[in-house]
């Protein structure tokens, strides 16, 4: 499978915001973007006067690296939250929101996404008691996730759960953190989508 394997810091420099893809690193005085808040490149320090698309571009491309989905499946979401009923803009996230790799990131079992996806193709976790390694598999209402009992001793995984274990669990997800069991108990709203995003953008971009 397709996927980025270039300096993940130059992705935050380029979209002028933090896009926490190396976790609890993106906290330290490590962070890349913290230390050169620029774009990348020779002419990163130049102030630009963007243009109504570039900026509608960017915000694509911000999503799109904080989902970690390259741009043909990331279109193939925008076609489906087109053609299902609602508003485009918030079925686009609540795709989005639903991939497993995301589910996973969201529990606190992983500090990153990037992390989580790794985690799901590991086949760490099984959804409704079977094994799913597909970090994009869409997760529905309904649906139970389990963290595999073979799996529940890795230091890693303790050490994540560990950290996360002040941050609060999605509305739409019901977590047993004792037994690291969660239900998906509804579609994510809108509301329950605490990221910057600027979707309308999205939809304008793709709508030309």
């Given at each position: 499978m397709?996927?980025?394997?270039?300096?993940?810091?130059?992705?935050?420099?380029r979209e002028?915001?933090?896009?926490?893809?190396?976790?609890?690193r993106?906290?330290?005085?490590k962070?890349?973007?913290?230390?050169?808040?620029?774009?990348?490149?020779?002419?990163?320090?130049?102030?630009?006067?963007?243009?109504?698309y570039a900026?509608q571009?960017?915000?694509?491309?911000?999503?799109?690296?904080?989902?970690?989905?390259?741009?043909?499946?990331?279109?193939?979401?925008?076609?489906?939250?087109?053609?299902?009923?609602?508003?485009?803009?918030a079925?686009?996230?609540?795709?989005?929101?639903?991939r497993?790799?995301?589910?996973?990131?969201?529990?606190?079992?992983?500090?990153?996404?990037?992390?989580?996806?790794?985690?799901?193709?590991?086949?760490?976790?099984?959804?409704?008691?079977?094994?799913?390694?597909?970090?994009?598999?869409?997760?529905?209402?309904?649906?139970?996730?389990?963290?595999k009992?073979?799996?529940?001793?890795?230091?890693?995984?303790?050490?994540?759960?560990?950290?996360?274990?002040?941050?609060?669990?999605?509305?739409?997800?019901?977590?047993?953190?004792?037994?690291m069991?969660?239900?998906?108990?509804?579609?994510?709203?809108?509301?329950?989508?605490?990221?910057?995003?600027?979707?309308?953008?999205?939809?304008?971009?793709?709508?030309?």
């Amino acid at each position: 499978m397709a996927k980025y394997n270039d300096a993940k810091c130059r992705l935050c420099r380029r979209e002028g915001t933090k896009l926490l893809l190396k976790g609890d690193r993106c906290f330290t005085d490590k962070c890349a973007f913290d230390r050169r808040p620029y774009a990348p490149g020779q002419h990163g320090r130049a102030r630009k006067k963007l243009s109504d698309y570039a900026v509608q571009l960017r915000e694509k491309q911000k999503v799109r690296r904080v989902y970690g989905v390259l741009e043909k499946q990331f279109h193939g979401y925008f076609v489906h939250a087109d053609m299902a009923k609602g508003v485009t803009g918030a079925n686009l996230l609540a795709f989005l929101e639903r991939r497993l790799d995301n589910v996973v990131y969201r529990l606190g079992f992983a500090m990153s996404r990037a992390e989580a996806r790794q985690m799901v193709s590991h086949g760490h976790f099984t959804v409704n008691g079977r094994k799913v390694n597909i970090p994009s598999y869409q997760v529905k209402p309904g649906m139970v996730i389990t963290l595999k009992e073979s799996s529940r001793g890795l230091e890693k995984i303790k050490a994540n759960v560990e950290a996360n274990s002040s941050r609060p669990a999605p509305k739409w997800l019901e977590y047993d953190a004792n037994n690291m069991i969660a239900k998906v108990v509804a579609v994510p709203a809108r509301d329950d989508i605490d990221l910057p995003i600027e979707e309308r953008l999205i939809v304008e971009l793709y709508s030309k």
